[in-house]
């Protein structure tokens, strides 16, 4: 046997027979489903269907959520956290102000009655 080296047996990333097997048995099965379903409801489209669902009142609030749920996955990116790392060693300070000029919300003054705080 040669050190370092593979001589025989399978290439790298072939799958072994159980495993072929299986893939073979869920893809005859998830497309006779689809031809099934299609049989029965020519153009369905599940996403169409749970965003009916998730429109329609006269499901339970807990079901609307779900189906919203799932409908989200396809039609808007799921947000990631994002690490930044800062490679300067200087401190550095921010200073927020707010829409209402104060730079302390416990300090700025609350309008009054019948005012809002763009001076409207």
Not at 5 to 31: L, M, Q
Not at 39 to 68: N, Q, T, W
Not at 98 to 109: C, L, M, R, V
Request: some cysteine; charged content about 30%.
């Amino acid at each position: 046997m040669a050190i370092g080296k593979k001589t025989g047996g399978r290439t790298i990333g072939t799958k072994n027979k159980s495993t072929t097997d299986f893939n073979n048995t869920i893809s005859e099965a998830v497309k006779s489903t689809k031809e099934e379903l299609n049989d029965h409801c020519p153009g369905f489209i599940p996403v169409v269907f749970l965003a009916k669902v998730a429109m329609d009142e006269k499901y339970s609030i807990e079901v609307r959520i779900s189906a919203a749920k799932e409908v989200a996955k396809y039609v808007s990116p799921q947000l990631k956290a994002v690490e930044t790392k800062d490679t300067t060693d200087t401190e550095k300070i921010y200073r927020v102000i707010y829409e209402d000029g104060g730079i302390n919300p416990a300090q700025t003054s609350t309008p009054e009655s019948g005012e809002d705080s763009k001076g409207g």
